[in-house]
C-alpha cells in the first residue's frame, strides 16, 4: 500500500494531538509514514505507533531546526520523491501551513490548507467564511499537499510497528537563510495550547480590564481549559496577542468553546463557528454571539463566571 | 533600502461572502471590495522603515481594474509607486499562480531591485498564510514571516516570529521576504495631503505577458487545485439562552454536565 506522509508536531518527543489526528486521516488514504524532525523520537515512538505510523522516517539533525521552515519543506521534497506518497498531511499551524507551501512549490504540487475532513480520492473538506461554507476540493497537479486543522477528527488508536528509517538531507544554502536565534516562551502555566485545547473559554471586552481576565483564566482552569481573548481584548492589551481568536487571530474548533463578554462580530465568530458546543455570557440580550450559542446567559460575567467556577470545581470535587 | 509591499483587494470583512456557482470562485461583484487589513500593516511598517533607513516603498498589487483602490489607498498612506498586475486571465488564480505571478512581477525588478519584500501574513478573504512562503520559495531568498517586530541593521533584518506560546527571534541577510501580523504597528490613515499626492504618482500597469506568463499558468485554468463543490453549511441549532436572576451559573453547569464537560 502507497504511503503517506504525515508531519509530526511535537516538542522534545511530546507529540501533539493534532499528529493523532493527521494520523487517524492518513490511514483512510494508505499506510501512515511518521516524519519525524528533531530529537525525542524514543519518547514520541508510542504515541505514533499507537495511532498507527507503520514506519518514522527520522531526521535527528539539529541543522533542520536551527533555520526557519525551508530545511524541513526539503526534506519532506526529498521524502516525496523517494517514496512516492498519496498524499502528505500537515497540522494548519504557522509552521505547517508555510512547510506545505514550499514543498508545493518544490514539488510541482497544489496544496490544501485548514481542511476539517480528508477522504478518499483524497478530497478535503473545508470550512469557510467563518464556517458558512462547506468546500471540497481535490488537488489536480502533483502530490496532494493538505494541512488540516487541529480537532477535525477524533484520533482513533489503530496499532502500528512505527519503524524507525534515520534519512539524512544536505540542505542548500537557500534553505540556511533565516536562521532561528532564539527561542522565548511567554508564560501559559499549565493550560493546553490553544490551537488543539478540548475546551476553550475565551474572554472579551466586557471583561473589563487587564486584571479581571484573573476571572477568565480561574474558569479556565477549573475546566482544564485554554484561553483565549477576542480583539477588543487584545487590542486594549489586556491580554497577549497569541491569544486572539478571530479573523486575524487564531482559528479554533475545540469541543467548547465558552465566551464571556465577547458580543461575536463577524471577526469573531469566523474563529470560533465551527466549535462543537458554545455557550456565552453577556449582558446584552441583542449580542450577536447568541445566534450561535447551545447556551446562553444573559447577564454580568463579573457574576456569573465567578460562581460558575466555584459549581464546576464542586462537581468535579 | 528599497521596499515593496505586496497588497490584496478583499470583500470587506463585514459583508457576507458568497461563492459564484458558476465557477466557485469568491463573488467579489457581491461584496464591498476594501485593502486586506493586514496589509495596511504592511504598509505601515514599509513606511515606518523608509522612514528611518531612507529609500522607496513600491507598492505590488495583483487583481482586477477595481484594486486601483487599494493601490491608491496604499500611495495615499505614503508609498512611492506602485506596479498593478491586471490581466483577465488571472481570475480564480490559486495561491500557487498568485504567487507566480507575484515572484515573476518581483523578478521584473532586476538585480538589486528590491531589498525585502514586505507582505501581510494572510489574506481575510482565503486565510491560507502560504504566499509569502511561496514567493521565498521561488525566488530562492530568506523569509521572516509572521512577524510582530522588524528590525533592519546594515544588510541584516530580523523579526521576532509570533508562535502560539511567545515568539522566536529570526536573522537574515537581505534581500528577503517579510511577512508581518496585526498590532505590529498602528496604521495611518491617508492625509489629505497624501490623497492629492497620491494621485500624481506612477503606477505601472503590468499585464501578464509583460510578465513572461502564459494565460494557461494562472487563473482557473492553471490552478493545481479545484473545487469539487460547495454548499453553505447546515444551520446551527437555536440554542437556549435564559436571563440571569441569580440562577444563570446554576443553569449553565447543569448544561455542562447535561454534555459531560464537567
Redesign the interface.
Known amino acids: 500500500m502507497a504511503e503517506v506522509l504525515v508531519l509530526v508536531e511535537h516538542s522534545d518527543g511530546e507529540v501533539k494531538k493534532v499528529t493523532t489526528e493527521l494520523l487517524t486521516l492518513a490511514a483512510r488514504l494508505g499506510e501512515p509514514a511518521a516524519v519525524f524532525v528533531g530529537s525525542g523520537f524514543d519518547t514520541a515512538k508510542e504515541s505514533l505507533a499507537a495511532h498507527g505510523a507503520a514506519k518514522v522516517y527520522v531526521a535527528d539533525d539539529g541543522e533542520l531546526t536551527s533555520y526557519?521552515?525551508?530545511p524541513v519543506?526539503e526534506l519532506l521534497a526529498q521524502l516525496v520523491s523517494s517514496a512516492s506518497p498519496v498524499a502528505v498531511l500537515l497540522s494548519s499551524?504557522?509552521d505547517g501551513?508555510?512547510i506545505?507551501?514550499?514543498l508545493?512549490?518544490?514539488t510541482?504540487?497544489?496544496?490544501?490548507?485548514?481542511a476539517t475532513d480528508v477522504r478518499d480520492g483524497p478530497?478535503a473538506e473545508q470550512?469557510?467564511?467563518g464556517?458558512?461554507?462547506?468546500?471540497?476540493?481535490?488537488?489536480?497537479?502533483?502530490t496532494p499537499i493538505i494541512t488540516v486543522r487541529p480537532n477535525s477528527v477524533a484520533p482513533e488508536t489503530n496499532a502500528g510497528a512505527a519503524t524507525r528509517e534515520d534519512v539524512t538531507v544536505a540542505l542548500s544554502e537557500?534553505a540556511k537563510?533565516?536562521?532561528?536565534?532564539?527561542?522565548?516562551?511567554?508564560e501559559?502555566g499549565e493550560r493546553p495550547?490553544?490551537?488543539e485545547a478540548a475546551?476553550v473559554v475565551s474572554g472579551g471586552r466586557g471583561v473589563g480590564s487587564g486584571e479581571n481576565f484573573s476571572v477568565i483564566e480561574a474558569l479556565a482552569d477549573a475546566?482544564g481549559a485554554a484561553v483565549g481573548a477576542s480583539r477588543a481584548a487584545?487590542?486594549a492589551g489586556w491580554y497577549p496577542?497569541?491569544h486572539q481568536v478571530g479573523?486575524?487571530g487564531k482559528?479554533v474548533s475545540p469541543?467548547?468553546y465558552v465566551a464571556a463578554g465577547i458580543s461575536g462580530a463577524?471577526?469573531h465568530r469566523?474563529g470560533m463557528q465551527t466549535s462543537k458546543?458554545?455557550?456565552a455570557?453577556n449582558k446584552d440580550?441583542e449580542a450577536p454571539i447568541?445566534e450561535?450559542?447551545?447556551?446562553?446567559?444573559?447577564?454580568?460575567l463579573h457574576?456569573?463566571?465567578p460562581?460558575?467556577t466555584?459549581?464546576?470545581r464542586t462537581?468535579?470535587g | 533600502m528599497k521596499i515593496v509591499v505586496c497588497v490584496k483587494q478583499v470583500p470587506d470583512t463585514w459583508s457576507e461572502k458568497k461563492l459564484d456557482p458558476s465557477d466557485s470562485t469568491l463573488d467579489r461583484g457581491a461584496t464591498d471590495p476594501v485593502m486586506n487589513e493586514m496589509d495596511e500593516y504592511a504598509v505601515e511598517e514599509a513606511l515606518r522603515l523608509k522612514e528611518a533607513h531612507e529609500g522607496e516603498v513600491t507598492i505590488l498589487c495583483m487583481g482586477p481594474d477595481a484594486a486601483t483602490e487599494t493601490v491608491r489607498k496604499a500611495l495615499s498612506m505614503g508609498a512611492d509607486r506602485a506596479i498593478h498586475v491586471i490581466d483577465d486571465a488571472l481570475h480564480g488564480s490559486d495561491a500557487v499562480a498568485t504567487s507566480l505571478a507575484l515572484s515573476k512581477a518581483l523578478q521584473r525588478l532586476g538585480d538589486g531591485g528590491f531589498d525585502l519584500v514586505i507582505l501581510g501574513s494572510e489574506s481575510s478573504d482565503a486565510r491560507m498564510s502560504v504566499v509569502p512562503a511561496m514567493i521565498a520559495e521561488r525566488l530562492g531568498l530568506p523569509q521572516l514571516t509572521f512577524a510582530k517586530e522588524v528590525t533592519v541593521e546594515g544588510t541584516t533584518v530580523r523579526i521576532k516570529r509570533l508562535t502560539d506560546d511567545g515568539y522566536q527571534a529570526v536573522e537574515a541577510t537581505l534581500p528577503a521576504v517579510v511577512s508581518v501580523v496585526e498590532k505590529i504597528n498602528e496604521p495611518r490613515y491617508p492625509s489629505f495631503k497624501g490623497i492629492m499626492a497620491a494621485k500624481k504618482k506612477p503606477v505601472d500597469t503590468v499585464s501578464l505577458s509583460d510578465l513572461g506568463l502564459d494565460a494557461a499558468d494562472v487563473g482557473l485554468s492553471g490552478a493545481w487545485s479545484s473545487v469539487e463543490s460547495f454548499e453553505a453549511a447546515a444551520p446551527r441549532e437555536a440554542g437556549t439562552v435564559v436571563k440571569d436572576d441569580g440562577e444563570g451559573a446554576d443553569k449553565l453547569v447543569e448544561f455542562l454536565a447535561s454534555k459531560k464537560f464537567v
Open positions: 526557519l521552515v525551508a519543506a499551524s504557522a501551513k508555510e506545505a507551501a514550499r508545493a512549490i518544490k510541482g504540487s497544489g496544496v490544501i490548507t485548514d478530497v470550512q469557510v467564511f464556517g458558512s461554507t462547506v468546500v471540497t476540493s481535490k488537488v489536480g497537479t502533483g537557500v537563510g533565516a536562521m532561528i536565534t532564539d527561542r522565548v516562551v511567554e501559559r495550547d490553544l490551537s475546551i475546566l487584545t487590542d496577542h497569541q479573523q486575524t482559528t469541543q467548547l463577524i471577526q469566523a458546543t458554545i455557550v455570557i440580550p447568541f450561535l450559542v447551545d447556551f446562553g446567559v444573559v447577564g454580568d457574576q456569573v463566571v460562581a460558575l466555584e459549581k464546576v462537581r468535579k
